[in-house]
Antibody
Framework: QVQLVESGGGLVKPGGSLRLSCAASGFTFDDYYMTWIRQAPGKGLEWISYISGLNSHRDYADSVKGRFTISRDNAKNLVHLEMNSLRVDDTAVYFC??????????????WGQGTGVTVSS | DIQMTQSPSSLSASVGDRVTITCRASQSITQYLNWYQQKEGKAPKVVIYGASSLQTGVPSRFTGSGSGTEFTLTISSLQLEDFATYYCQQSYSMPYTFGQGTRLDIK
């Protein structure tokens, strides 16, 4: 079935790095934009990055620009989020999500279960 | 960035009640508006997209309406499984932004 499974979360010190991965299955991976969305403890949802199906387009929220890098490996159906210079306020559950639609039907229709990142000394 | 504001922030209701949640955008987003349901400890799930289209598999008691800057999500007859937090999200322009959420709990 259509599924996304994140991994790679954990505890890291401020200034440290972490690499999250999201494994996709059940659909033609390179047909879709993929995104990362995070949720700080007790807070709402924040879109942080997307990457196009063929790696040609990517963008970031200002809060992570210059520190986080999104990439994908279409041969392995994986999307990654490389996180550097981590700060305490990056602490969150990070969700991988599939973006579908082209106009007003643009939405995140499949989500992973999330992986937790805690930045603390 | 487009700011999304939901009201109320929380809402208590009973099974069988009709409830409405409002979402306002800081500028016109035409109908580029989605609604998500999130249960505690779980990933969000899209329920309405394009302001009024029902996502496949979502019960018809969920309806969305609106355009421009004001949108509503209505649940016509609340069921136990509907108690959750609901978020609106605009897909009009990057960065995509979410409302702060509306927590719907049992009265």
């Amino acid at each position: 079935q259509v599924q996304l499974v994140e991994s790679g979360g954990g505890l890291v010190k401020p200034g440290g790095s972490l690499r999250l991965s999201c494994a996709a299955s059940g659909f033609t991976f390179d047909d879709y934009y993929m995104t990362w969305i995070r949720q700080a403890p007790g807070k709402g949802l924040e879109w942080i990055s997307y990457i196009s199906g063929l790696n040609s387009h990517r963008d970031y929220a200002d809060s992570v620009k210059g520190r986080f890098t999104i990439s994908r490996d279409n041969a392995k159906n994986l999307v990654h989020l490389e996180m550097n210079s981590l700060r305490v306020d990056d602490t969150a559950v990070y969700f991988c999500a599939r973006r579908v639609g082209a106009t007003t039907d643009d939405r995140f229709d499949i989500w992973g279960q999330g992986t937790g990142v805690t930045v603390s000394s | 960035d487009i700011q999304m504001t939901q009201s109320p922030s929380s809402l208590s209701a009973s099974v069988g009640d009709r409830v409405t949640i409002t979402c306002r955008a800081s500028q016109s987003i035409t109908q580029y508006l989605n609604w998500y349901q999130q249960k505690e400890g779980k990933a969000p799930k899209v329920v309405i997209y394009g302001a009024s289209s029902l996502q496949t598999g979502v019960p018809s008691r969920f309806t969305g309406s609106g355009s421009g800057t004001e949108f509503t999500l209505t649940i016509s007859s609340l069921q136990l499984e509907d108690f959750a937090t609901y978020y609106c999200q605009q897909s009009y322009s990057m960065p995509y932004t979410f409302g702060q959420g509306t927590r719907l709990d049992i009265k």
